[in-house]
């Protein structure tokens, strides 16, 4: 059994900064790619960011600039430094692992989510 554990959101200003943890724990034998969703009332579920175990990244172009995703494969944990926040980007943030068990078998995992609002 393997749990995400997302930490880190809460209520920021405009053009406020935050930073996201999502620790990986239980029958891990590796890591693949870690990544970061996020979901707005009313709309559907965006990806914001992905790194490979090897550290290669992507973003969103919106995000582009302003959000650094980053792991530690030391500790099972991927971050997402989020800087010049909008109002826009209040949303339920998710973590995203693909995770290879000790018995051979890969699986994605979502964690439960984080509130990340943006608001005056």
């Known amino acids: 059994q393997v749990q995400l554990v997302e930490s880190g959101g809460g209520l920021v200003q405009p053009g406020g900064s935050l930073r996201l943890s999502c620790a990986a724990s239980?029958?891990?034998?590796?890591?693949?790619?870690m990544a970061w969703y996020r979901q707005a009332p009313g709309k559907e579920r965006e990806a914001v960011a992905f790194?490979?175990?090897?550290?290669?990244?992507n973003y969103r172009d919106s995000v582009k600039g302003r959000f650094t995703i980053s792991r530690d494969n030391a500790k099972n944990t991927v971050y997402l430094q989020m800087n010049s926040l909008k109002p826009e980007e209040t949303a339920v943030y998710y973590c995203?692992?693909?995770?290879?068990?000790?018995?051979?078998?890969?699986?994605?995992?979502w964690g439960q989510g984080t509130q990340v609002t943006v608001s005056l």
């Open positions: 995203y692992a693909t995770i290879l068990s000790r018995v051979g078998v890969s699986t994605t995992y």
């Open positions: 239980g029958s891990i034998f590796s890591i693949n790619t």
């Open positions: 790194i490979s175990s090897g550290g290669s990244t």
